[in-house]
């Protein structure tokens, strides 16, 4: 399962980016706005970091506006991912925009019926919120079910499930075991993925037995 970074922070994603678990980045209008930067500058700073697919999404929400912002965000790297919304403007944008050849990123998904129109209209993504599911009172874990069900029901349909709105570690978990291409994760929740209370006790216990020995590897 690949680890994208849901980020507009270039300190964080030059940080994590060094740990070699960063497959790739997406970023929002919330996000870019979070950073206070230019959004083309930003873009090309996270795109000269990580190799992997990064998106950028549109702020227009006809679909010819969608197409012509796609095409100017898709001229900063060869890695961008347009991200539209799941609307029929944002279908009909990622059909033609897919069509030339580009990554894109159908996002706010919260229905396994949108999650196979992104499909059918060619997304190279589909992102379902399932934190905001969650937050609403669902099981945003079912929803990702449903959607794997559905695509793995059709060989046609080659769209990777991206779960986005990720909270925690176990949504993480949830997502590997049901299959998800991709997750995109708060620095956060990604630095948490390592961590357990029973590692830290065991490691001090090793070295504090190691010191006794009063050895060293490096001699
Ligand atoms: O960037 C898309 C998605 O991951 C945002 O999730 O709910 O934390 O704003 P959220």
Redesign the pocket.
């Known amino acids: 399962m690949k680890f994208f970074v849901?980020t507009a922070d270039i300190a964080e994603i030059r940080d994590l980016a060094e740990t070699g678990m960063v497959d790739g980045v997406?970023?929002?209008p919330?996000?870019v706005a979070k950073s206070g930067r230019d959004f083309f500058e930003v873009l090309r700073d996270i795109c000269a970091i990580v190799p992997g697919p990064v998106?950028a999404e549109v702020a227009a929400t006809d679909s010819k506006a969608m197409i012509e912002e796609g095409l100017r965000l898709s001229e900063v790297a060869g890695n961008i991912a347009v991200k539209v919304p799941l609307t029929w403007d944002g279908l009909k944008a990622c059909r033609t925009l897919s069509g030339r050849g580009l990554m894109v990123n159908v996002?706010l998904c919260f229905s396994a019926n949108q999650a196979l129109l992104a499909a059918k209209a060619g997304a190279t993504f589909v992102?379902p919120?399932v934190?905001?599911l969650d937050?609403a009172g669902h099981e945003g874990m079912e929803l990702i079910e449903e959607i794997r069900t559905i695509y793995d029901n059709y060989d046609a349909l080659a769209t990777e499930i991206l779960v986005?709105?990720?909270?925690n570690p176990v949504h993480v978990r949830d997502a590997a075991l049901i299959g998800a291409d991709v997750v995109?994760l708060?620095p956060a929740v990604l630095r948490a993925l390592a961590a357990h209370p029973l590692t830290d006790k065991g490691l001090a216990a090793f070295l504090a037995d190691w010191k006794k020995t009063g050895q060293e590897i490096l001699r």
Do not use: Y
């Open positions: 849901d997406t970023t929002n919330s996000l998106s996002t992102s919120f934190g905001r937050d986005a709105s990720v909270r995109t708060p």
